[in-house]
């Protein structure tokens, strides 16, 4: 053997000159230093030594954080798939004088940016129907009161002896997760659209893990708010309703 040379030694299981080991050498379960006699049928023998040092443990965390922003869509864009009309604030959907037939549509920006385990969900509710508050109490109905599973917009047809039939308002998402029924709102240009729900909140945003803030379904979503009547509909300057918009995140 030449001066330098390496010798590489396999043992145990590791071993396969003229036949396989069937041993391995167990690290002691104590820490310390510990021999190891190498040697065999030759003369020489001789000793390595290994350590046996207390085990590294690894720890950290990381903070829950979870941010939930609306922002008003501009009049010319867009609310899953459809162009807007009307530009609401933080605070005010204003729907102007409402002329027969006409078509009005609203939007928001809805934003989530966190790290919650198990996603979030955003709902949404209101205080009641769209009503007069005067003298008058009429009220703008839910879109196809009948049900609530999400469809295509139709307009109010102002049948004289349904009252509920003189005007709607209803609501969508472009969130592809959302369903009511098995029913989706996403549909391309012609989104589909469900009534207000006055019982209870009305899921229109949700995530199953953490959330980026812009990826549509998981970050963001877009959520509209649409109003049509017909020449039945009663006059009043007062329609008026409040909605909420609540996000609860799941740590």
């Known amino acids: 053997m030449a001066a330098n040379a390496i010798i590489k030694i396999l043992i145990g299981t590791n071993a396969s000159y003229q036949s396989t080991g069937i041993h391995q050498i167990t690290n002691p379960s104590s820490t310390g230093s510990y021999s190891i006699l190498v040697g065999g049928t030759q003369i020489d023998s001789g000793d390595t030594w290994v350590a046996i040092v207390p085990q590294v443990v690894m720890s950290g965390s990381v903070s829950s954080t979870f941010q939930f922003s609306v922002t008003p869509i501009t009049s010319g864009g867009l609310v899953n798939g459809i162009t807007t009309n009307i530009t609401p604030t933080q605070t005010t959907i204003s729907f102007g004088s409402l002329d027969p037939g006409a078509i009005y549509t609203a939007g928001y920006t809805l934003s989530a940016l966190g790290n919650p385990n198990n996603g979030f969900t955003v709902t949404m509710n209101q205080d009641g129907d769209v009503r007069s508050r005067g003298k008058t109490g009429a009220t703008i109905n839910n879109f196809n009161p009948s049900t609530n599973i999400p469809t295509t917009w139709s307009s109010p047809s102002g ?9 709607s308002i209803g609501i969508t998402t472009n969130d592809p997760d959302v369903t009511i029924g098995g029913q989706g709102f996403v549909n391309g240009s012609n ?8 019982d209870s909140n009305i899921l229109i945003f949700n995530a199953t893990s953490s959330a980026d803030g812009v990826t549509q379904g998981n970050g963001s979503a877009t959520f509209g708010i649409r109003m049509q009547t017909t020449a039945l509909q009663p006059a009043a300057n007062d329609y008026q309703a409040q909605i909420r918009f609540v996000a609860t995140p799941r740590f």
Request: glycine fraction near 12%; aromatic fraction near 18%.
């Open 191 to 198: 989104p589909r659209w469900t009534g207000f729900n006055t």
């Open 159 to 167: 049948n004289l002896s349904d009252t509920r039939s003189w005007g």
